[in-house]
């Protein structure tokens, strides 16, 4: 079975719908994904900037938004702008380290339906409880192993080796040979490279 | 007929594989394409950026080349690199302007293939010549009106208005009820919205 490294940020508009969509999409093509939260926030920072580039490019930012609706609109996604833009997502990648296999996409996909569906603020600890409780897991147990040293570091590590695959957004696939597919609208064309061909759109 | 205006800058790397795609898409929805050229180059002076987004951002420029090498080799295209990258277009961008009707498109293709089917460069008056007259036309003539206030006028306000609109990259569909639609994936999007519908990937 190939794998395939879906890189994600809980902050991140358009990973919103990438995370609804790609599991859908892997399964049809008898790809297994490996679902790897990371930060953006060092990256963008180690090139000096202190905000999501859809705040710091005013025209980029309205466009995005607009655009995301279309896209939301075309999944039949609700989408609720959460204030503040961006939201702070280190709990939220931590908690989703704190969670091992098949939970962890469905705990991410609930964070994203909480954050861009419902705009809630995923950087409250209560947010983030109810969507683990709502899973029926132990959110004491879990949120302890978050804090933890290894899943800090772990995290760290995870956004330095995003960092060093050249990744500078998300959401992102990754395939076994290395290629860097960035964005929603790349997910079709990640997943078929990852079997062999690239039959898409060319888009 | 409706009709969609399709904004493109001759130094673009994405406005290539899109001139080459957009008008078999838009004829098979019955839609009618107005060829606006404009210059990205005032549009990002005008944030302070002196450069492409492609060169000022090492990584997101890394990336563009090869995810352009991908889209190009899906499409059957071929792909080199000019040199300087990105090329002054705007000699390209008069002459564009100076053409009326059908073969605007024609040129402004040849240009795209020129430039980055074979790596030429488009700043060269030759290059555009040669261009120009295997189209069949008078290039002193074209390139006399060119250099007319004018199409320069034309070429500013057209820029200016681009700005206005809320574009900030190349290429782009505007619909005639005001969507703007970014970037060689979004062309379907695009189209599909002027005839009443957006039943694309979601993507």
């Known amino acids: 079975v190939p794998v395939v490294d879906f890189w994600y940020e809980f902050a991140s508009t358009y990973s919103y719908p990438a995370a609804m969509r790609v599991e859908a999409l892997a399964g049809a093509r008898g790809i297994a994904l490996n679902w790897r939260p990371f930060l953006l926030g060092p990256i963008f920072a180690a ?28 999944l039949g996604l609700p989408l609720r702008r959460p204030e ?38 995923i950087a409250e600890p209560s947010t983030i409880v109810a969507v683990i409780e709502r899973l029926g897991l132990n959110s004491g147990a879990i949120l302890e192993r978050a804090a933890s040293g290894p899943i800090k570091d772990a ?22 040979d290395g290629e860097v597919f960035w964005g929603n609208d790349r997910l079709e064309d990640g997943l078929d490279w990852a079997i062999g061909g690239l039959t898409g759109r060319g888009a």
Chains 1, 2 share one sequence.
């Open 155 to 176: 995290l760290r590590r995870e956004t330095e080796l995003a960092g060093r695959l050249g990744i500078f957004g998300a959401p992102n696939l990754v395939t076994a």
């Open 84 to 121: 503040p833009f961006p939201q702070n997502s280190l709990l939220a990648a931590r908690v989703a380290l704190a969670i091992e296999g098949d939970v962890r996409p469905e705990f991410s996909r609930a964070v994203y339906a909480a954050e861009f569906g419902e705009g809630q603020s």
């Open 47 to 74: 090139r000096g900037m202190a905000d999501s580039p859809f705040n710091l490019h005013a025209a980029k930012g309205r466009y995005m938004w607009r655009d995301l609706r279309r896209v939301c609109d075309g």
